[in-house]
């Protein structure tokens, strides 16, 4: 599939809520209650060649042009924040997320039960694998009568940017801006597709969670996993950084804008200062080459800050 053609397909992992809930007031950091920093890593920072020129992907999303970015030294986690941090998180606040306080959120339609499918629940237009499920939460989350006792080591889905920004301001951290997502996700290679490099699967072997077979109606299961996989599956990165293709996407710091970077600043860019959308990286379990393979390591998408899917986390950054 041709680049033009690509651009004009809708990012299969976008399921967007449009309501106008205000966000809750941000927890207050207690030191007793934050996490360890045993799964964070230390990266030194520097000048490294950001976004990509190749064609493949998604001109429309603001990919290109390639060109040189300096960020300072900072920490990124070593995966994403697992059901069982962000359990300990809902503990210690009782936070409500933005999926709990809506009623519902975004599930994919192949995670769920006969019995969910026979119920005809509402499924998004453009993308009709989407579905709103009643009562779909970070730790039920394809809906009531399912449970995450046994994904304890996955990534938490079914959060908001607003939750994101909540978790990370409890534990003391913040969002990474997409800078410095890119930066980490390229683990020290340059201009590289992936994390590990150019080719897909190096020897035959997988090194991501992404979709096998016909998207949306058939998952040959190849990697191994048709939903999420636990946070620290396949090889990491040159960094130590795991899962930063496929799986979930993660949300960043910055405003979404496909063209705000080639007149912004190149030192710890940041984004604009406003917008309707905030940027996810990565890519997720969802995506594939003959729609949306948007798991390369330039590829970008958002969603609204509101917005929650099966799908979509983060991981989190602390300044050096």
Not at 38 to 67: C, H, K, N, Q, Y
Not at 179 to 204: H, M, N, S
């Amino acid at each position: 599939m041709s680049a033009t053609e690509n651009q004009q397909k809708p990012s299969c992992c976008t399921a967007s809520r449009q309501g106008k809930m205000p966000p809750q007031a941000l927890p207050v950091p207690s030191q007793a209650e934050q996490p360890s920093t045993d799964d964070i890593v230390a990266l030194p920072g520097g000048s490294f060649l950001m976004g990509t020129d190749d064609g493949e992907g998604f001109p429309a999303d603001g990919e290109g042009p390639v060109r040189e970015v300096w960020l300072d030294a900072f920490h990124i986690g070593a995966t994403v924040v697992t059901n069982l941090q962000f359990a300990g998180f809902i503990k210690a606040t009782g936070y409500k997320t933005d999926a709990e306080r809506y009623g519902w959120s975004f599930v994919f339609y192949g995670l769920l039960s006969a019995e969910a499918l026979d119920e005809g629940p509402q499924v998004a237009v453009e993308t009709p694998w989407w579905c709103a499920i009643p009562g779909a939460t970070w730790d039920r989350p394809e809906g009531p009568g399912t449970h995450i006792k046994d994904r304890m080591d996955h990534p938490v889905v079914h959060v908001s940017w607003n939750d994101a920004m909540a978790y990370c301001s409890w534990a003391g951290r913040r969002l990474p801006t997409e800078a410095e997502w890119e930066y980490a996700a390229r683990g020290g290679l340059i201009q590289k597709k992936y994390p590990w490099g150019d080719e897909l699967t190096p020897d035959g072997i997988h090194q991501c969670n992404i979709w096998q077979g016909t998207f949306p109606d058939h998952n040959s299961l190849d990697d191994g996993f048709l939903g999420t996989a636990p946070a620290r599956s396949f090889a990491p990165n040159g960094y130590g950084l795991y899962n930063m293709a496929g799986n979930v996407w993660e949300w960043c710091g910055d405003w979404f804008d496909t063209d705000f970077h080639i007149r912004g600043p190149r030192e710890n860019p940041q984004g604009p200062a406003q917008g309707q959308t905030r940027v996810m990286r990565g890519g997720s379990f969802l995506c594939h080459h003959s729609y949306c393979n948007r798991y390369r390591v330039a590829a970008r998408s958002s969603n609204t800050p509101d917005s929650s899917t099966s799908n979509l986390g983060f991981r989190c950054v602390a300044d050096s």
